[in-house]
């Protein structure tokens, strides 16, 4: 049976590249998103299309009913996800991209979120570092997939880091 992190429980301190195995999984916290995100997230990224601040244009609108928290805000959520409960915090890490974003769902003021993570591959990219990727999906409260996304994280091999010590 694969282990499965308790919801919200931490990563270890030292979680090498070669300590994460293929089918591993994690469910992170969660968090509530709210219509202040929407604003403060126009603030830095200018995304002030009518689907995330107009309510009489998403009420026209047949996909929707409601304005919506911004796809790439959501992203960056469940990043933060990532960087804090998924990524070890003493071993060096860097996020290597995203692929296959998919927004599937529209997420609203007052949804709670959350990531479920699955590790589906992992490779040796040098003696410092391996690539470790997870199929991550972003669900909501009533339990549907609201965004899915790979990520890749760059995660340090135990032996370069003995190295160091």
Request: aromatic fraction near 10%; glycine fraction near 8%; charge should be negative.
């Amino acid at each position: 049976m694969d282990h499965v992190l308790a919801k919200g429980e931490d990563m270890p301190d030292f979680k090498y590249f070669e300590d994460y195995k293929i089918g591993e999984k994690q469910v992170t916290s969660s968090r509530t998103m709210t219509e202040a995100d929407i604003r403060l997230f126009i603030g830095c990224s200018d995304n002030t299309h009518p689907v995330h601040v107009d309510e009489e244009y998403c009420k026209r609108h047949p996909a929707i009913s409601g304005c919506i928290v911004q796809g790439v805000l959501t992203l960056g959520v469940a990043d933060g996800f990532m960087a804090r409960e998924i990524g070890p915090s003493k071993v060096p890490t860097v996020h290597y991209g995203h692929d296959k974003v998919r927004y599937i769902r529209p997420v609203y003021p007052g949804d709670s979120i959350h990531c479920e993570t699955e590790v589906i591959d992992k490779y040796e990219k040098n003696e410092q570092f391996g690539v470790v990727t997870w199929n991550v999906n972003v669900v909501n409260q009533k339990g549907e997939v609201v965004l899915f996304h790979i990520d890749k994280q760059y995660i340090g091999r135990r032996s370069a880091n003995d190295k160091q010590e």
